[in-house]
Nanobody, 124 residues
Framework: QVQLTESGGGSVQAGGSLRLSCTAS????????MAWFRQGLGKGREGVAI???????TYADSLKGRFTISKDNAKKTLYLQMNSLQPEDTAMYYC??????????????????WGQGTQVTVSS
């Protein structure tokens, strides 16, 4: 089991930026991909971005150009750079990891391990 800890959330004004971090511990060599998800108050969980072990990335269409996912394998850390933030980006942000087995990286149900979340609040 991989343990994930997010940090970097906070409150910003519209147009601002934040960088979220997710530090992993445990058997990360068994991972196929990692991802960021978010869930706003009263809303369903939404996939934000995925990064595969080879570094290839996938983004939610609505977030392309504003958000960038990256990772530092040596530090076992996943990042999400968020620019031009808008009030609709307000949500709890979670990182998650998927092992090499059990489904594809585009399925949220395939992610076995999740962090506790970090809150992002964007005011207008």
């Amino acid at each position: 089991q991989v343990q994930l800890t997010e940090s970097g959330g906070g409150s910003v004004q519209a147009g601002g930026s934040l960088r979220l971090s997710c530090t992993a511990s445990g058997p990360t060599s068994m991972l196929d991909c990692m991802a960021w998800f978010r869930q706003g108050l009263g809303k369903g969980r939404e996939g934000v971005a995925i990064i595969n072990w080879d570094g290839s990335t996938t983004y939610a269409d609505s977030l392309k150009g504003r958000f960038t996912i990256s990772k530092d394998n040596a530090k076992k850390t996943l990042y999400l750079q968020m620019n031009s933030l808008q009030p609709e980006d307000t949500a709890m942000y979670y990182c998650a990891s998927k092992p090499r087995w059990g489904g594809t990286c585009t399925l949220s149900s395939a992610y076995n391990d999740w962090g506790q979340g970090t809150q992002v609040t964007v005011s207008s």
